[in-house]
């Protein structure tokens, strides 16, 4: 089985302060991880993914196997930075995303 | 990036009746669909996976006669809500996928979502 943890529900940073929303997953393979955002009144969408090791918007996210973690930081947050967080799991190219329960970041002018 | 749309993007019916959920691939080839059902500001629960041409794989506790997925082309997918009562009541997205084997085709794309309120 796959799964997903975000222990945040929600999360409150002043602008250009450090965040990071934490992820953690249980699958016994090499999954896929990814991040998706959602902004107020918008569709989910990928913010980044593991295997890319790219950063978007400022946004950073390392695969920790031993921890099994996949934590989004961004070193200065930004007022549109608020949104939903959702961390989510793939076992392999053609599965089934499984996702977690999301954070709800707040930044702080 | 693809574009996936739905609709309507809100509909209000009856309790009893049956609620018809448009998802489209507005400029790619959607292989495999997925539906998810969302509550306020909590997780996308996937529903189930529909493969075109092919019957819907549900989610363990999901009614395939509640929800009547058709994956009928490669660009629509349709969820049927049927005999609705307002517990059905929520947020329904869905997700396509290419999976043509190239490039990002892996990547699913979400449509806006559909509110549906049953009263």
């Known amino acids: 089985a796959q799964r997903v943890t975000q222990p945040e529900k929600l999360l409150s940073v002043f602008k250009g302060a450090p965040v990071e929303l934490k992820c953690n997953y249980s699958y016994s393979g090499s999954p896929e991880l990814f991040w998706y955002v959602q902004y107020s009144r918008q569709r989910l969408q990928l913010l980044l993914r593991h295997i890319s090791r790219e950063s978007i918007k400022g946004f950073t996210a390392d695969l920790n196997k031993g921890e099994t973690s996949f934590h989004l930081k961004k070193p200065f947050a930004q007022e549109e930075d608020s949104a939903m967080y959702y961390c989510a799991l793939r076992g392999t190219s053609y599965g089934k995303l499984t996702f977690g329960q999301g954070t709800i970041l707040t930044v702080h002018p | 990036g693809a574009v996936v749309s739905q609709h309507p993007s809100w509909v209000i019916c009856k309790s009893g009746t049956s609620v018809k959920i448009e998802c489209r691939s507005l400029?790619?080839?959607?292989?495999?669909m997925f539906w998810y059902r969302q509550f306020p500001k909590q997780s996308l629960m996937l529903m189930a996976t529909s493969n075109e041409g092919s019957k819907a794989t549900y989610e363990q506790g999901v009614e395939k006669d509640k929800f009547l997925i058709n994956h009928a082309s490669l660009t629509l997918s349709t969820l049927t809500v049927t005999s609705a009562h307002p517990e059905d009541s929520s947020f329904y997205i869905c997700s396509a996928r290419s999976g043509t084997g190239r490039g990002d085709s892996y990547e699913q794309y979400f449509g806006p979502g559909t509110r549906l309120t049953v009263t």
């Open positions: 400029d790619f080839q959607a292989t495999t």
